[in-house]
């Protein structure tokens, strides 16, 4: 069992803690990478929005694409998951379709 320790945090922990590049692992938990990049998107949340917002356009049938192959993929949790939703929220589901009328 391979222990390192995290130049962040200080504390000792197994090497499926860090994550890998294709060389070797990273200096620092996944846990404080994860804090980390949260900071980051925080302070600079339009910057990361502008990229995505960016990558959609060069990439305009990809989310149409993936949400085929998981509906596919996926039918039976899908069916499912609508079920229960439908027997949780059946009164207002009613309302609804009524006002749409």
């Known amino acids: 069992m391979t222990t390192i320790l995290c130049s962040k945090c200080k504390q000792t922990k197994h090497k499926s803690s860090y994550y890998r590049n294709s060389i070797k692992l990273h ?59 439908w027997k949780a929220n059946k009164e207002e589901i009613k309302k609804k379709r009524i006002e749409k009328q």
């Open 27 to 85: 200096s620092i938990c996944k846990k404080c990478r994860k804090e980390t990049q949260k900071k980051y998107y925080i302070k600079d949340k339009d910057k990361y929005k502008r990229i995505a917002k960016a990558w959609r356009v060069k990439n305009p049938g990809y989310q149409k694409e993936y949400g085929k192959k998981y509906s596919q993929d996926h039918k039976e949790q899908i069916s499912l998951y609508n079920k229960e939703y």
